[in-house]
């Protein structure tokens, strides 16, 4: 599976964006997508997660009422919606894909997905 990120940007605080990674390479309604963001210094941590059918997400706390997780099977495509970005938001984000074993499986860890995009870099400026 190939993942490529793109959307990110510089913004100010308060401001929107919208992060897509298109997948290739795989069937995609058999795989899980995650969403991680590494901020300089820190460690990659999870941002948001959704099943293979879309029907189910999951969302960092911290996250939780400002990014919206969906896909899009038929373009191969996960959006990551982030509304209300604050500075501490940004960060590299990566998303990352597995095969799910079911239609509602999520994956929220690290290690539980093989395949990464390059990342896609989000700054936001108080």
């Known amino acids: 599976v190939q993942l490529v990120e793109s959307g990110g940007g510089l913004v100010q605080a308060g401001d929107s964006l919208r992060l897509s990674c298109k997948a290739s390479?795989?069937?995609?309604?058999?795989?899980?997508v995650g969403w991680f963001r590494q901020a300089p210094g820190k460690e990659r941590e999870f941002v948001a997660a959704?099943?293979?059918?879309?029907?189910?997400?999951r969302h960092a706390e911290s996250v939780k009422d400002r990014f919206i997780l969906s896909r899009d099977n038929a373009k191969n495509t996960v959006y990551l919606q982030m509304n209300s970005l604050k500075p501490e938001d940004a960060a590299v984000y990566y998303c990352?894909?597995?095969?799910?074993?079911?239609?509602?499986?999520?994956?929220?860890?690290?290690?539980?997905?093989?395949?990464w995009g390059q990342g896609t870099q989000v700054t936001v400026s108080s």
């Open positions: 390479g795989s069937t995609f309604t058999t795989t899980a």
């Open positions: 990352a894909a597995r095969i799910g074993y079911s239609l509602i499986s999520i994956y929220s860890r690290l290690n539980e997905y093989p395949y």
């Open positions: 959704v099943s293979r059918s879309g029907s189910d997400t």
